[in-house]
Structures are given as structure tokens and as C-alpha cells.
């Protein structure tokens, strides 16, 4: 695959409002899970909504090669106009679902259209959680628990509402919007800040890191801790599990990132980041690889990372150095857009950058593991009467 090249960067629109340091940077960016909306913490108390493909204007450097279906696609879609959602605090985290349309003789006020609703969580300096309605921004819910900053919020992605916040207070805490956004559990068992939550695809497992050099996986359906994963040298800063929940992979401080077998706990893979002289003209300077941010392509045989040392880099599942770099300079974190072929970073000083992704066509084999390991742990793999080559195939070891 080429290297990554930066389509498109949204940059604050508002001038500068306050003197602390984070009221500026960008520290999380989403697409809805359809990928007809992105949201950006651009600093300055502010989320952006903005419907997706981005205007032309925007996409100014592709203009010439966008189809002008686009233009239509987005007049059919009822014409979305781009949001500023006012939080009053410093937004850290946030986090999109889908609200299950109305069932019969039942109307949700937010949905009286009668169509499926798309909701915005956003996770306050203050420790709220303020929960949005995206087609008209209007405020559903402010979740109250949290005695610091809400870092990071992840969506069952099955649609029930459940959501899980990490904060700063050392908690991870889950709410049911279905239930008027009860809380319904608070994980204790951290003891630095949580930085980062990732629920997996098939809503079995959470994880979570903070400044430890462990990882915390939990059980979505007794809300307990399953284990430890431990193998950092230092803070552990982001996670991701795979599209078919078969991986995960954890991002830390000590500039590598660890794939782990989120069944048995073990380490697959470990992948290092070097620096790259030859890209940096400023190898005088003394720079640290500090990991920020590691997300899975969608189809699951890429990953992005988001480092220190001014580099996004692009690795192949099967591949132990980066396939592909871009320099960035402050990156904060990275996310795939859910249909594949580009990445949104944020950085410090507030801006977004969209990437070009590497396209890829899954091979049949990698469709029919993804398939089978949706449903299937890694134990229940290793208990097939099949070739053992074939077992390594789908628990992933053949790397």
C-alpha cells in the first residue's frame, strides 16, 4: 500500500477562549457506526457534528476525484446540516449508537419522526456525561457519578444502550439509556486514571488501561474482572478489539504495542516503534515513541497507530514493522472510518486530519475466520476435531 495522504484538515473556528492547555486539543474523534456523521472534540467546550462525505469546500484537495452522487446521497439523506453541540466543559471523550427505532405504539420524543435515532455521548471535564440526539442536538441525558474527567465512552455495539464511561476518579462506570440512562455498575479495580474502554464487536468482554502497565479485561454479562494481561513496561494508554472480538491489542507508553488473545490472556505479538530517521529532518532532538492511540481497520487486517515521535503509522496484521507512515505532528488518536479506506487523527492544537487508508479485499480465508470467530472462542477453536494448521489459522498463530 502507498503511503497515507492527508485528504482533508478541519482546523477550531472560534478564537481561543481560555489559557489551561487542554482547552484546545482534540483528544477523541468518531464516525457514527453507518459512517453518515463524524464528531470532533475540537477544544474549546465544543463537539462538531458534521455530516458525512464532507462538503466539497472541505475535501478541497479531492475535489476533482468525488463523485457527484455525494452531493445527492446527501440531499436524499433529508439535506444534514453540520452541529455545534455547546457542553459548557472541556470535552475528553466520545462515543456514538444508534437508538433502536420506536416499537409499535411507542414514541421516543427525540425520534417522532418515526426514524431510527442516532445519539452522541460526550464525556465532560466535570466528570458528566452529556448524551445528544445528532439529527436535531438536542440534549437527552446528563449522567451524573463520576468525580473527574470522563476520558473515554464505548457503546455496546448490539444497540442495547448500554454504555461504559472511564474517568479519571479511577472508575469505569455502565449506564442503560434504555433505562433513562440508569447507572447500572461501577468497576473498581484500577488504582491510576482510566485513560481508554473498548468493548468488544460481540459484547462479551471490556477492556480497560490506565496509567498501569497492566491491562483490565472484564465480563459484559457479570460486570466482574476475567484478568490481568499483563507484559507493558509502562502506562498503557489505548485499546482495540478486533472486528470479530478474536484480538485485542493494547498501546502503551513504552512504545509498543502488544496483540493479545483476549480468551486465554496470551500475547500473540508484539509490535515496536522504531524511530524512523530517515522521515524526521529533526533527529538532533532527543524524541520518545510515547504511544496515543491504536484502532483496528474494519475488515481487520490493519491497525493505526498515533505516536510521539510525529508519525501515524499503518501495520499488517501478519507483518511486524509498519507497512505504511504519514508525519503528523501531536497526534492524539486515531479512528478508521467504519466503511474502510481512510483514518481521522486529532492532534494537540485542536485540528483533524483524514488519511488515506489502505483498500483492502479480504481473502475468502480471512472472511470465513472472521465469520466463524465472531461466534466462536478461541477454546471452543482449539476443541474442533480440525487439522491443527487450521486451528492456528483461527486463534490467529500463524503470524
Not at 427525540?110 to 466528570?127: F, K, Q, R, S, Y
Not at 448490539?158 to 469505569?172: C, E, F, P, Q
Request: proline share 6%; charged share 20%.
Amino acid at each position: 500500500p502507498g503511503e497515507p495522504v492527508l485528504l482533508a484538515e478541519l482546523k477550531p473556528g472560534r478564537p481561543q477562549r481560555y489559557d489551561w492547555k487542554s482547552s484546545c486539543e482534540t483528544w477523541s474523534v468518531a464516525f457514527s457506526p453507518d459512517g453518515a456523521w463524524f464528531a470532533w472534540s475540537q477544544g474549546h467546550c465544543v463537539v462538531k457534528l458534521i455530516p458525512w462525505p464532507l462538503e466539497e469546500a472541505e475535501l478541497c484537495k479531492t475535489s476533482e476525484r468525488k463523485s457527484r452522487g455525494s452531493k445527492a446521497e446527501a440531499r436524499s439523506r433529508g439535506a444534514a446540516k453540520e452541529k455545534t453541540l455547546e457542553c459548557g466543559q472541556i470535552v475528553w471523550g466520545l462515543a456514538f449508537s444508534a437508538w433502536p427505532a420506536a416499537e409499535a405504539g411507542e414514541t421516543d420524543p427525540a425520534c417522532a419522526v418515526g426514524l431510527p435515532c442516532l445519539i452522541l455521548a460526550t464525556g465532560l471535564n466535570d466528570g458528566q456525561i452529556k448524551v445528544w440526539e445528532v439529527q436535531t442536538g438536542h440534549l437527552l441525558f446528563s449522567l451524573l457519578g463520576h468525580q473527574d474527567v470522563v476520558r473515554d465512552l464505548s457503546f455496546a455495539p448490539n444497540g442495547s444502550l448500554i454504555l461504559v464511561s472511564a474517568s479519571r476518579d479511577k472508575t469505569l462506570r455502565v449506564w442503560d439509556l434504555s433505562r433513562d440512562g440508569r447507572q447500572v455498575q461501577v468497576l473498581s479495580g484500577h488504582v491510576q486514571w482510566v485513560y481508554c474502554c473498548s468493548i468488544s464487536p460481540d459484547c462479551s468482554m471490556l477492556c480497560s488501561v490506565a496509567g498501569e502497565k497492566s491491562a483490565l479485561l472484564w465480563s459484559m454479562r457479570s460486570y466482574t474482572l476475567i484478568r490481568r494481561l499483563e507484559g507493558h513496561q509502562s502506562s498503557v494508554v489505548s485499546c482495540d478489539f478486533s472486528p470479530d472480538s478474536a484480538l485485542l491489542v493494547t498501546a502503551s507508553y513504552d512504545a509498543c504495542v502488544i496483540m493479545w488473545d483476549p480468551y486465554t490472556g496470551e500475547q500473540l505479538r508484539t509490535l515496536r516503534h522504531v524511530p524512523l530517521h530517515s522521515a524526521l529532518d529533526y533527529s538532533s532532538e532527543v524524541h520518545t515513541s510515547s504511544l496515543r492511540s491504536v484502532c483496528f481497520s474494519p475488515e481487520g487486517l490493519y491497525l493505526a497507530t498515533v505516536a510521539d515521535d510525529r508519525l501515524l503509522r499503518i501495520w499488517a496484521l501478519e507483518l511486524r514493522s509498519p507497512v505504511a507512515f504519514a508525519p503528523m505532528t501531536n497526534g492524539l488518536c486515531c479512528m478508521y472510518f467504519p466503511h474502510g479506506g481512510f483514518i481521522a487523527t486529532g492532534t494537540r492544537d485542536g485540528h483533524v486530519q483524514f488519511w488515506t487508508a489502505p483498500r483492502v479485499l479480504s481473502s475468502l480465508k480471512h472472511l470465513c475466520r472472521k465469520a466463524l470467530r465472531t461466534f466462536l472462542t478461541t477454546y471452543q477453536v482449539l476443541a474442533l476435531p480440525i487439522p491443527r494448521k487450521l486451528k492456528e489459522f483461527l486463534t490467529y498463530r500463524t503470524f
